[in-house]
Each structure stands twice: as structure tokens, then as C-alpha cells.
């Protein structure tokens, strides 16, 4: 069964602190890892997708990496405004329908 | 505009109610979904619908039926309404062609049963 395991669960930061959330999962045969941001009453909302170990991809103050196991959400220098829920979640190859098993999330506060 | 649009943002009732959430998108996607977000934030997938055909059925109590009229909206229609259906129920949509299958999310109902 697809799993993934985020970590740590809460994270709080002072502004400019740089840090990294860690996405560990289990998949057999990696479609797509995303990364999506939900703030507090509303949807997710999709940030990144990785496809193949070694895959980098950059938004403002986000970078999101990926390797055979783990993905890594880079915050460098965040702000108050970059406080929300990260949340992982894999797509399995081969498998139809476009199912996505999502990780249980890092709640990220920064603090100015 | 809004891409994906859920009614209503939130629904209280009692125990044993009948009731119904609907979904609607705007971006041409051929896959539309219900997933399950619990007290801890978790996320779980419910049911997928491409092309109005059923084709994601996870382990769900048959007192939950999804139906889809066409490919741009998806309707969760609750029985017999339970304490533990409390939760914030998000549609999805997404395209099952092209690179990128990720998906765009609705706001949410948040269901709360009393």
C-alpha cells in the first residue's frame, strides 16, 4: 500500500529562518510527487510536481526536491505570509485514474 | 471565476439526516473526485468520476453515493447521517491527459452531524 510519512508535523520559524520539510513515501512505481499549501478553511493549493529523483523545482521562497524516497520542501528566508499546512502526496505509475495518497501534512508557522 | 466551486461552504444537521453536496468545475477537466479531510487534517480519496463514469470506489459506507450528471459537476448525496461523517469534504478536478495530473481543489464543506 502507497504511504507517506511528513515530518516533523509543526514546524514554527522566525521570519527569515531557512528550514526544510521532509516528505518520506512508499510507492511501487512513482508517477508524480506534489507539494500543495492549504491555509486554514480553504482548499489545497497545488505548488510543485516532481516526476524523477534529482528533479529540483523553484517558487519564490520554495524549492522542492525530490529522491528515490523522500522529497524535501526548501523555505528559505520565509515570511509570516509562508505560514500554512504543506502537504505531500504520490501518484502511483500505472494506475488509472490519477489517484493521490496524500501525507498527513507540516503545519508551518512563522513568526515575525 | 471560480474553478472549482462547492455548495454549500458548510452544513450542520442532526443524526440520521439525508444530505447533499454539490460540485462544480470550470476548467474542462475530464476527472472529478471526493476526498475526506478528518480532525488531523488527513486527506483521504472517496470516489473518482471520469467522463460521468465511476472509476475511483475506495472503501466508503454505501450511505455515501456519488453521482455525476456530466464531467463538469459531481454530487456527494449523505444517508442516514452519522457523528463520525463530521469532516471537511473537498471535491476535486484534474485531467487525466497531459503532463501535469495534479488537481485543483474546491474550499471545502466542512459537515459537521450533532
Known amino acids: 500500500e502507497d504511504q507517506v510519512t511528513q515530518s516533523p508535523e509543526a514546524l514554527r520559524l522566525q521570519e527569515g529562518e531557512s528550514s526544510s520539510l521532509n516528505c518520506s513515501y512508499t510507492?511501487?512505481?512513482?508517477?508524480?510527487l506534489f507539494w500543495y499549501r492549504q491555509d486554514p478553511g480553504k482548499g489545497p493549493e497545488f505548488l510543485f510536481t516532481?516526476?524523477?529523483a534529482g528533479e529540483e523545482k523553484e517558487k519564490e521562497r520554495l524549492k522542492a526536491t525530490l529522491t528515490k524516497k523522500e522529497s524535501f520542501l526548501h523555505i528559505t528566508a520565509p515570511k509570516p505570509e509562508d505560514s500554512a499546512t504543506y502537504l505531500c502526496?504520490?501518484?502511483?505509475?500505472?494506475?488509472?485514474?490519477?489517484?493521490?495518497?496524500f501525507g498527513a501534512g507540516t503545519i508551518l508557522r512563522v513568526k515575525s | 471565476d471560480t474553478a472549482v466551486s462547492q455548495t454549500p461552504k458548510y452544513l450542520v444537521t442532526q443524526m440520521g439526516n439525508d444530505k447533499s453536496i454539490k460540485c462544480e468545475q470550470n476548467?474542462?477537466?475530464?476527472?472529478m473526485y471526493w476526498y475526506k479531510q478528518d480532525s488531523k487534517k488527513f486527506l483521504k480519496i472517496m470516489f473518482s468520476?471520469?467522463?460521468?463514469?465511476?472509476?475511483i470506489n475506495e472503501t466508503v459506507p454505501n450511505r455515501f453515493s456519488p453521482k455525476s450528471p456530466d464531467k463538469a459537476h459531481l454530487n456527494l448525496h449523505i444517508n442516514s447521517l452519522e457523528l463520525g461523517d463530521s469532516a471537511v469534504y473537498f471535491c476535486?478536478?484534474?485531467?487525466?491527459?497531459?503532463?501535469?495530473?495534479?488537481?485543483?481543489f474546491g474550499s471545502g464543506t466542512r459537515l459537521t452531524v450533532v
Open positions: 476535486a478536478s484534474s485531467s487525466l491527459k497531459g503532463a501535469n495530473y495534479g488537481y485543483t
Open positions: 510507492v511501487s512505481g512513482l508517477r508524480g
Open positions: 516532481l516526476y524523477s
Open positions: 502526496a504520490v501518484q502511483r505509475r500505472g494506475e488509472y485514474g490519477n489517484k493521490l495518497v
Open positions: 476548467l474542462g477537466h475530464d476527472t
Open positions: 468520476y471520469n467522463n460521468k463514469e465511476l472509476i
